[in-house]
């Protein structure tokens, strides 16, 4: 354990100098000279013990389980994207009576809902009627409609 220093005596200022004199002086008288103080001992601490970092296998079979258990508590988050398109007015209306007639069944869906229900089921269709239901389809000019 490392002893108390005693307290510094407090510094007396300096007088200013006379110019003239000042010339005359070296700055080696000038200056106050510093007592020299004892270095003080460096503190001594315990020694520190090497700890041994676990091995990935023994950590592997303590965290996996972990790791497994949060995944079944929470559902995996789906990435979602937003974009926009062109559709006829014909068409929108169509969105609005399935949304009527979706209701009537006592389910509120949104138009997000029915384009994906009806990717569904498109993706369920044979090839045959996949295409006839592309066929069906008119080609719209893409971009935003002009102002009318």
Do not use: C
Request: glycine share 4%; aromatic share 2%; no cysteine.
């Amino acid at each position: 354990m490392a002893t108390a220093r005693p307290a510094r005596p407090a510094r007396k200022a300096a007088a200013p100098a006379k110019a003239a004199g000042a010339a005359n002086k070296s700055p080696a008288k000038t200056a106050p000279q510093r007592a020299a103080r004892p270095a003080a001992a460096p503190a001594k601490h315990a020694p520190v013990k090497a700890v041994k970092a676990p091995t990935a296998k023994a950590t592997s079979k303590v965290t996996a389980p972990a790791k497994n258990e949060k995944k079944k508590d929470k559902p995996e988050k789906v990435k979602v994207v937003r974009d926009s398109f062109t559709i006829p007015k014909s068409e929108y209306a169509a969105i609005a009576e399935l949304k009527k007639r979706a209701l009537a069944q006592g389910s509120e869906v949104k138009k997000s809902e029915l384009l994906r229900a009806g990717l569904m089921l498109l993706a369920a269709a044979s090839d045959a009627a996949f295409g006839k239901a592309l066929a069906q389809v008119p080609t719209l000019k893409t971009g935003r409609p002009g102002k009318a």
